[in-house]
């Protein structure tokens, strides 16, 4: 099945055969894991891919076992004729799109559980979330056997568990993390934006604003963290977010920092009317 040429695999067979397809000519390939409604975000993990390997293939897939019950499976935004008109522009060669069915067919009974970076900010505000990630994203490696795989930094904790799950695992596949990609005004690039109001979406970039300023305040002065980050909290909550964290973390292995020494990671969740954002920063540190 192809579109122009962009080729569309719905069975993880016709994913093996254009692989193998590839390997058999010595050419690398790359994977972008997606839930669709693509966006620049994930079209920069696409372009990341051409930079390392000559075939890439996105996969789109609303994995339901990393939404709880309330959680927004059944609203998330679906576009797939747009989807694959994006990654055909980008130069996508095959958009792997398996059914629910295929992925967790009657009787599937596995999850993986990856500990440490699993632990607190989103692991604790959604008690399964990375349980449903590191299970998809285990079986969607294992199914493509890429050389890499692409994830995005917006998504910080999501990619240092992908890169643990890896390692512990030993799936042979280097996970590349990429920068996320900014609307002008600072608010990161989400498929979920498009649930915002108009009024929302004035608000939202005060997320970055917060995490740009708190930054700034923890470079000066590296004992300030528990009060540089109730600040941010205040602010976050008069700009009308409800906060469900804003933390600082060591960069390598998620752990809370009380003081800013060495590589760390400023998180924040909070939510705008029924909107979650998530974004994280970079904090350079000196150790
Ligand atoms: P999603 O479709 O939201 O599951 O995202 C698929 C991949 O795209 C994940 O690795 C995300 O981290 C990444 N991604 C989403 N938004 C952005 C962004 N604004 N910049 C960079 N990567 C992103």
Same mark, same amino acid.
């Given at each position: 099945m192809a579109t122009g040429d962009l080729a569309v695999a719905r069975s993880v067979d016709a994913l093996r055969q254009a692989v193998a397809s590839w390997r058999a000519r010595r050419e690398r390939v790359g994977l972008v894991p997606t839930m669709g409604a693509i966006h620049a975000g994930h079209l920069a993990l696409v372009h990341a891919a051409h930079g390392g390997c000559e075939r890439v293939? /996105? !996969?789109?897939?609303?994995?339901?076992?990393?939404?709880?019950?309330? &959680?927004?499976?059944?609203?998330?935004?679906? !576009?797939?004729? /747009?989807?694959?008109? /994006?990654?055909?522009?980008?130069?996508?060669?095959?958009?792997?799109?398996?059914? =629910?069915? %295929?992925?967790?067919?009657?009787?599937?009974?596995? *999850?993986?559980?990856?500990?440490?970076? *699993? &632990?607190?900010?989103?692991? %604790? +505000?959604?008690?399964? +979330?990375?349980?449903?990630?590191?299970?998809? =994203? /285990?079986?969607?490696?294992?199914?493509?056997l890429p050389d890499a795989a692409y994830f995005g930094e917006k998504d910080y904790q999501q990619l240092m568990v992908v890169r643990r799950l890896a390692r512990d695992l030993d799936i042979p596949v280097r996970i590349e993390g990429v920068a996320t990609v900014r609307e002008t005004d600072g608010l990161a690039l989400s498929s979920r934006n498009a649930y915002l109001s108009p009024a929302e979406r004035r608000t939202a970039p005060l997320l970055y604003r917060v995490l740009c300023d708190s930054a700034a305040a923890l470079a000066q002065d590296p004992d !300030? =963290?528990?009060?540089?980050?109730?600040?941010?909290?205040?602010?976050?909550?008069?700009?009308?977010? %409800?906060?469900?964290?804003? &933390?600082?973390r060591d960069a390598a292995d998620l752990t809370p920092m009380a003081r800013l020494a060495g590589p760390a990671r400023l998180l924040a969740a909070a939510r705008i009317g029924r909107t979650r954002l998530i974004d994280n920063i970079q904090v350079a540190g000196r150790s």
């Amino acid at each position: 099945m192809a579109t122009g040429d962009l080729a569309v695999a719905r069975s993880v067979d016709a994913l093996r055969q254009a692989v193998a397809s590839w390997r058999a000519r010595r050419e690398r390939v790359g994977l972008v894991p997606t839930m669709g409604a693509i966006h620049a975000g994930h079209l920069a993990l696409v372009h990341a891919a051409h930079g390392g390997c000559e075939r890439v293939v /996105a !996969s789109l897939f609303v994995n339901p076992k990393q939404f709880a019950p309330t &959680e927004d499976f059944a609203a998330y935004p679906r !576009s797939e004729a /747009a989807d694959l008109a /994006a990654f055909g522009t980008a130069g996508v060669d095959l958009v792997f799109i398996p059914t =629910v069915d %295929a992925m967790y067919p009657p009787g599937f009974a596995t *999850s993986i559980e990856v500990g440490g970076v *699993s &632990e607190g900010l989103d692991g %604790a +505000h959604r008690p399964g +979330h990375f349980a449903g990630v590191a299970t998809v =994203v /285990a079986k969607l490696l294992l199914q493509c056997l890429p050389d890499a795989a692409y994830f995005g930094e917006k998504d910080y904790q999501q990619l240092m568990v992908v890169r643990r799950l890896a390692r512990d695992l030993d799936i042979p596949v280097r996970i590349e993390g990429v920068a996320t990609v900014r609307e002008t005004d600072g608010l990161a690039l989400s498929s979920r934006n498009a649930y915002l109001s108009p009024a929302e979406r004035r608000t939202a970039p005060l997320l970055y604003r917060v995490l740009c300023d708190s930054a700034a305040a923890l470079a000066q002065d590296p004992d !300030s =963290v528990a009060a540089t980050l109730e600040r941010g909290i205040t602010r976050l909550r008069a700009g009308g977010f %409800a906060v469900d964290y804003l &933390e600082l973390r060591d960069a390598a292995d998620l752990t809370p920092m009380a003081r800013l020494a060495g590589p760390a990671r400023l998180l924040a969740a909070a939510r705008i009317g029924r909107t979650r954002l998530i974004d994280n920063i970079q904090v350079a540190g000196r150790s």
